[in-house]
């Protein structure tokens, strides 16, 4: 074998010495020169911020503290490591991504222990020449270069490297998806099945139903998938997305409850089914879940503020004011001047001193919650704001209710799914339809201003038609389908008038604030691929 | 009285977890057990048959831990294309040792672009195993041939020794409802190895295994077909 690894700065992550050892031999034994111990998943965030790894070799369990797959995925969160690193996740027992709970990181290969200097040469060797094969399309998707990638893929795809090719279908038709080319997806995950019954390309055909609004259709096959296939956890996932799109937060709650017996450690998908058993009214099953979100919290990237004021809340809907009290403490010690942390905090305060009588305490929260949210803006999270809203009209302050509600809907006037919340928190204190007259009205102005601005456009006024669409962004901020029009204009613009930089600049602009607002990613790949090839046409003219 | 562990569901979580903590003492053991050989250049008998019994041991519960997860149907196969050789190489490294230590001489006949579709770490653990039997048989050498047979992707394992005795030779492998002939390390090697392969699926056919003593070099043959 001639790889060496020589020249590879390397990683090791074990809490036992002895195996430690035995693995930093086996790395000298075939030639390495830098090679880095740690011996906790704190230490191997630090190394890794440090400097950077080729190769990380990551025991799963750690002991105390976090484990490898937590490692992992504050690894690729914060960016220390990129598309050239091969995390290897070592375990005791013959491991895959279900036992462990992976939701959204998967590490580049697994490895039971006990293993040999020759199987870990033979796998670091693998995923190397697989990393290099692939090199240039991660790098360009790595800078957001999707026409590149695809490109890229394409000529791969040519050049008939027979081992390769099934992997490079796979991510052909993943980055079709992503450019919202569903034709081209579908056409390969048939030429795949035609094949060989194989679970992803079944789950793609699956995933382009649903992205195309087939909801139904893709339930009935995501249902038979998991059939079939157990263990498939991203299968369950994509279930629950699917029935929350229909508002069935029932089979949300079962799907999930179904995944987390197979693989209770993902903490993504615990906070998923707490949300649908709050929503469910299931307080028992959502009080579970969130006291593992919790705790799964402790050690994780993907904590967050929200799990421990989910869980006062539920306390406090169970009476439990003492408990609830007491998560918020734990709460404020965990995140300190943490302005959203404040905010949940006292929302839930004002809610729970009130249930015990306490109007001064509550009020007192109250203020203070209304205080945060005002400074906070559109930066607090809406469904916070929605809780705000809820303990004003509880609390009497009407006017200081209908003021957040106000911008609530105007910024989220075409989210469906967000108005069904907002519908629901109405009907649970006894206010059904109260925004109903709001919602209509807010719906017909902006239809009234996308008939107008498409109209002007139409007309080849591409100026007066983004002028009025600035206009009506002042007022629905946020709004993805004015941006996603903007956008349309400006890059029709450019196919017909010249081109200027002041206006690449402006599409650039438009593109990432889609990409913050949640834009789906597929409406706007196709708007991204339509802006590569006339920036390619440009420079080729130039 | 709540005694009995089984009554509240608890006990296929601690048999994992036992069995999970077994395997963590029993890998610094094989470790330790290595790094001592090493000191003394792997002169030791003793210390080499420790090895070869920790590793052993390592096997079972693997073997034990994924058909406990087969029938809590906690387990389904990760099926992907992959080049036979991989696989075929993977189980040769893990026995490398082994193979080294008796001085076996190892041929394998596969072509480098050989692909197949399988759940790539059980057939390699699961050949291993079967390997692992081979190497303890055989007098000199092993022949392994991976080729296609009506519509199937065969690898086979050969060797030059004794053979496989006459109560395996006679049993249905893929009869896993009849057990009379798992006994044994081999007995367990190959059922668990009859039981993956029956778990590959594909266009209405399943996986299989079939032995019989007629190797090329004169001993046992052990053949695994992959629909």
């Known amino acids: 074998m001639s790889f060496s690894l020589a020249g590879k700065s390397i990683l090791i992550v074990e809490d036992n010495p002895v195996f430690r050892k035995a693995m930093r031999d086996m790395l000298y034994s075939l030639q390495a020169v830098t090679v880095v111990e740690a011996d906790n998943g704190i230490a191997a965030i630090n190394a890794m911020s440090k400097s950077s790894f080729d190769i990380v070799l990551c025991d799963y369990n750690l002991g105390v503290g976090k484990n490898g797959q937590q490692v992992l995925e504050e690894a690729r969160h914060r960016n220390l490591i990129d598309y050239r690193c091969v995390f290897v996740l070592i375990s005791a027992e013959q491991t895959t991504s279900a036992v462990l709970g992976v939701m959204d990181s998967k590490p580049d290969e697994y490895l039971t222990k006990p293993f040999n200097a020759q199987q870990l040469m033979s796998r670091l060797t693998r995923n190397f020449a697989r990393k290099e094969f692939m090199a240039s399309i991660d790098k360009a998707l790595a800078g957001g270069d999707l026409s590149k990638a695809i490109q890229l893929c394409d000529a791969l795809l040519l050049s008939a490297d027979k081992k390769m090719h099934l992997h490079l279908l796979k991510m052909r038709a993943e980055l079709a998806i992503s450019a919202g080319d569903f034709d081209k997806a579908r056409q390969i995950y048939h030429e795949v099945l035609e094949h060989r019954e194989l679970p992803w390309a079944r789950l793609g055909l699956g995933v382009i139903d649903f992205q195309n609004n087939n909801i139904e259709q893709a339930i009935a096959g995501f249902q038979s998938l998991v059939a079939d296939n157990p263990m498939l956890m991203e299968c369950y996932d994509w279930l629950g997305k699917a029935y929350e799109a229909l508002d069935q937060y029932n089979d949300v709650e079962s799907v999930l409850q179904q995944a987390l017996q197979l693989s209770p450690q993902s903490i993504l998908r615990q906070k998923k089914l707490a949300e649908a058993a709050d929503k469910n009214g299931n307080l028992e099953t959502a009080e579970k879940a969130y006291k593992s979100v919790v705790k799964l919290g402790k050690h994780s990237v993907h904590r967050a503020c929200s799990d421990f004021s989910g869980l006062a809340k539920l306390y406090a809907k169970t009476n439990a004011a003492d408990e609830a009290l007491k998560t918020l403490e734990e709460m404020r010690k965990e995140y300190a001047n943490h302005p959203e942390a404040e905010l949940r905090a006292s929302t839930v305060e004002a809610d729970v001193y009130k249930t015990l009588g306490n109007e001064e305490l509550s009020q007192k929260a109250l203020l203070k919650a209304v205080d945060i949210c005002g400074r906070m803006g559109n930066k607090a999270p809406r469904d916070l704001q929605l809780e705000v809203v809820k303990t004003c009209f509880l609390s009497d302050e009407h006017d200081k209710a209908e003021e957040i509600l106000y911008d609530l809907i105007h910024a989220h006037i075409d989210d469906e799914q967000f108005l069904n919340d907002l519908r629901r928190m109405q009907s649970g204190i006894g206010m059904d339809n109260h925004s109903e007259i709001l919602i209509q009205k807010t719906k017909q102005a902006l239809i009234a201003t996308n008939n107008k601005g498409v109209a002007l456009y139409k007309q080849g006024k591409f100026a007066e038609a983004l002028a009025l669409f600035e206009q009506a962004i002042l007022t629905m901020p946020d709004n993805k389908t004015i941006i996603v029009n903007m956008l349309k204009i400006m890059i029709h613009d450019l196919k017909v008038n010249e081109f200027c930089e002041e206006k690449n600049q402006r599409i650039k602009a438009l593109i990432n604030k889609a990409k913050q607002i949640g834009v789906d990613q597929h409406k706007l790949g196709i708007l991204q691929m339509e802006y590569a090839k006339l920036r390619q046409s440009q420079t080729a003219k130039a | ?227």
């Open chain 2, 1 to 227: 009285m709540q005694t009995n562990p089984k009554s509240n569901g608890l006990f296929p979580t601690i048999l994992a977890s036992t069995v999970h903590d077994i395997k963590n003492s029993l890998g610094t053991l094989l470790e330790l057990v290595r790094q001592t050989a090493a000191k003394q250049d792997g002169q030791s008998a003793e210390l080499n048959q420790l090895e070869f019994e920790a590793a052993r041991i390592n096997h079972s519960l693997m073997q034990l831990l994924v058909m406990y997860k087969v029938d809590s149907q906690k387990f389904s196969l990760d099926i992907e294309e992959c080049p036979v050789i991989e696989i075929v190489d993977e189980a040769i490294h893990q026995q490398a040792r082994l193979a080294g230590l008796h001085n076996i001489d190892l041929q394998v006949d596969c072509a480098a672009d050989e692909m197949c579709y399988c759940d790539n770490a059980i057939i390699s653990n699961s050949l291993a195993a079967v390997l692992n039997n081979a190497l303890r048989y055989t007098h000199k050498t092993i022949l392994i041939v991976v080729a296609e047979e009506d519509g199937y992707l065969t690898i086979a394992i050969e060797d030059d020794g004794e053979g496989y005795p006459p109560h395996f030779l006679g049993a249905d492998l893929n009869d896993t409802a009849e057990l009379d002939w798992v006994s044994g390390n081999t007995g367990l090697g190959l059922y668990f190895v009859s039981v993956m392969a029956g778990l590959h699926k594909n266009a209405g056919k399943s996986g299989f295994v079939q032995i019989d003593n007629e190797s090329r070099l004169g001993g046992a043959r052990f053949k695994l077909f992959l629909p």
